[in-house]
């Protein structure tokens, strides 16, 4: 059920023109009083115009049109009992073309405002959440900018994998807060250079929980978030004690972030070691692809780092 959700999701649009097609050769072929039902037009016409905006939906309301308008002059009979086009009928139909079409332009202008005001809300929080993120990072040397660039290989992971705006919108957010539980974990256990104990481990590994916590306060606006906090120290597939059974629960959400964070462990300088290079960092992740890490992802990710690599090349040239 949840695959056919996200399928549906991730083409929605195809779908629904393909729906709207199917729609309108049902009408074609099965409704006898094609008039009548010419209202009916105005159903796909209004939620092509919701979903895909304002020039979607006028094209689709004036293809329609024409497809009717053809309709009319080649088969007059399929709209009227008599052979000839009357002038009621012509005038009936410019008016409602006339119609559909303003109806499809104000219901996806509407749509391209309320989007273009969502947009900028969400900019607007992402870029508070990115000053706070910089700002609790910044008492860290080590740390500083972690989470801010572990948001941007996670995007650039969620766009390689084709994902959807919104998927990668709801990744970047949950890159930037994944460590955000740290803030009820001490300072000095963050900073702290020597190996940590087994209860200091403990405390710092709580931090997915605390964060996801901390998420869950703030209400709707960051509840995509939470799951994939939540889950970004999860590994991707876990031995059961007595069956060898796959975990496969965690969300790609946090299955992206944890190569991304791990990547970022790696080529970033710590207290007790120099960072390593793009490619080693890379060998290391795949040899954890299939147990620690998702091979999809690290499948998406490889190509990631070469571009990487290539952008290096370039400035070093
Ligand atoms: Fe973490």
Redesign the pocket.
């Known amino acids: 059920m949840n695959a056919f959700k996200n399928l549906l999701t991730r083409y929605f649009e195809p779908v629904l023109v393909a729906v709207i097609i199917l729609i309108l050769l049902f009408i074609d072929m099965f409704v006898v009083d094609k008039v009548v039902f010419l209202y009916f037009y105005f159903i796909p016409v209004l939620v092509a115009g919701y979903y895909i905006g304002k020039k979607g939906a006028v094209l689709s309301s004036i293809m329609t049109v024409l497809i009717v308008t053809l309709r009319l002059v080649i088969s007059p009979e399929t709209f009227s009992i008599r052979s000839k086009v009357d002038f009621d009928l012509v005038f009936q139909i410019v008016t409602w073309g006339s119609f559909l079409v303003l109806s499809s332009y104000v219901v996806g202008r509407l749509y391209e405002e309320k989007e273009a005001r969502y947009r900028d809300l969400k900019q607007s929080y992402v870029g508070v959440i990115e000053i706070l993120v910089k700002y609790i990072e910044s008492v860290d040397r080590y740390t500083k900018g972690h989470s801010v660039r572990v948001a941007d290989i996670a995007m650039d992971i969620a766009r390689s994998m084709s994902l959807t705006r919104e998927a990668c919108e709801n990744i970047k957010v949950a890159a930037l807060l994944?460590?955000v539980g740290k803030i009820d974990v001490s300072m000095d256990l963050i900073k702290k250079a020597a190996a940590l104990t087994k209860d200091e481990r403990q405390v710092m590994n709580s931090?997915?929980e605390r964060g996801a916590n901390i998420l869950n306060k703030v209400g709707n606006v960051l509840s995509d978030a939470v799951p994939i906090v939540l889950a970004?120290?999860e590994y991707f597939s876990k031995k059961e004690e007595d069956n060898l059974k796959v975990k496969a629960d965690v969300p790609l959400g946090a299955r992206i972030i944890a190569v991304a964070?791990t990547y970022d462990a790696i080529v970033t300088d710590r207290p007790y070691r120099k960072g390593k290079l793009p490619w080693q960092a890379l060998e290391e992740i795949e040899k954890s692809s299939g147990t620690q890490f998702d091979p999809e992802v690290v499948e998406a990710f490889r190509h990631v780092v070469s571009t990487y690599m290539e952008e290096q090349e370039h400035v070093s040239v």
């Open positions: 994944h460590d931090h997915s970004h120290h964070d």
